[in-house]
């Protein structure tokens, strides 16, 4: 099969690397356009050591992208992270269609924070989907899953690096050889399950020290390490991304106010939230670098009584 890779940074670097690892008729890339002033996308790099002809076009709706496409003669399009849309006439230009990746279970978290929020909402599982696209946002039929347990102390990097990334490159080489059998199935998702979360940003990422340490727990886990949840100490915004939940045995002896900070200690800062506290352990000010909690409390001046909000 002649097999056209789409797609841009280390996981896109990563399914192309696998199918030439392989032996794979890899034929063309198409790679996300970097910004001004931007280094080359990893995927860019790995297309071009290894002699292919690159396409970085700005839309995938003009006619003359189309018609370039049609000219590969390609048999099947991989699609590995890709954020422009990409119009059905181009999906479908390709013998066998096109397939696509996605970190969740589909029909559940279409959209693109889909690692963050099942750790954000609590969940107990994951996983992720190889579907053929269509027009709409992640609503293709399936064509294969793959499911991993959510941890109480996985982060966003843990899910997603440890075992999405990898898993989710087995998973297209998989789907790749279900194509060529001429065994590939499309089932159709199921939209009275379907969920939809926007793009977890900053705005969602703020700490709120009056909610209960569960959902404090799972929003610094699911943000970590974007967009990275944040608080503010004296108007100065600091992003949290390693912090130990203290449950409170009774939550009427917490003592202290909600975000106020009851100890500084080398070990880590403690914060007060609705029912018991957080060691938080690592940060990054707004003006540095990730450090060592104890070492931002130094440098801020940080001590008992402080409130952060």
């Known amino acids: 099969m002649r097999i056209v890779v789409h797609g841009q940074q280390a996981f896109g670097k990563a399914v192309l690397e696998a199918l030439l690892k392989r032996g794979d008729n890899v034929i ?13 996308d990893p995927l860019k790099e790995a297309a071009l050591a290894a002699n292919l002809p690159v396409y970085q076009p700005d839309s995938y709706r003009k006619p003359e992208v ?12 991989v699609m590995a992270f890709v954020t422009l849309f990409v119009p059905e006439e181009f999906l479908n230009v390709p013998t066998h269609g096109s397939i696509q990746y996605h970190p969740s279970l589909l029909p559940a978290y279409r959209g693109a924070s889909a690692i963050n929020w099942p750790i954000i909402k609590g969940e107990k599982e994951t996983g992720l989907s190889i579907f053929w696209p269509d027009n709409g946002l ?5 064509l294969v899953q793959k499911k991993t347990p959510i941890s109480d102390t996985d982060t966003l990097g843990t899910v997603y690096f ?9 998973a297209m080489l998989e789907s790749v050889d279900l194509v060529k059998a001429g065994k590939a199935p499309r089932i159709k998702q199921d939209e009275t399950k379907a969920t939809y979360e926007g793009k977890c940003g900053a705005g969602n990422a703020k700490i709120d020290w009056g909610k209960p340490w569960e959902q404090i727990d799972r ?3 699911g943000c970590n390490p974007a967009p990275g949840a944040w608080t503010t100490l004296n108007g100065a915004t600091v992003k949290v991304f390693d912090a130990k939940p203290l449950p409170a045995r009774d939550p ?7 975000g106020e900070v009851v100890a500084v200690e080398a070990a880590g800062v403690t914060v007060v939230c609705a029912d018991g506290r957080f060691k938080i352990t690592r940060v990054q000010p707004a003006d540095g670098k990730k ?3 104890a070492e931002w409390a130094k440098a801020a001046n940080i001590a008992k009584g402080a409130i952060l909000s």
Do not use: N
């Open 138 to 142: 992640d609503t293709g039929d399936i």
């Open 162 to 170: 440890d075992r999405l990334f990898p898993m989710g490159v087995d």
């Open 291 to 293: 450090i060592d909690a």
């Open 66 to 77: 189309i018609e370039q496409f049609k000219s590969l003669k390609p048999d099947l399009q």
């Open 252 to 258: 009427k002896g917490i003592g202290g106010k909600l």
């Open 28 to 40: 063309a890339v198409y790679v996300a356009p970097e910004k001004p002033g931007a280094k080359a």
């Open 219 to 221: 929003l610094i886990r």
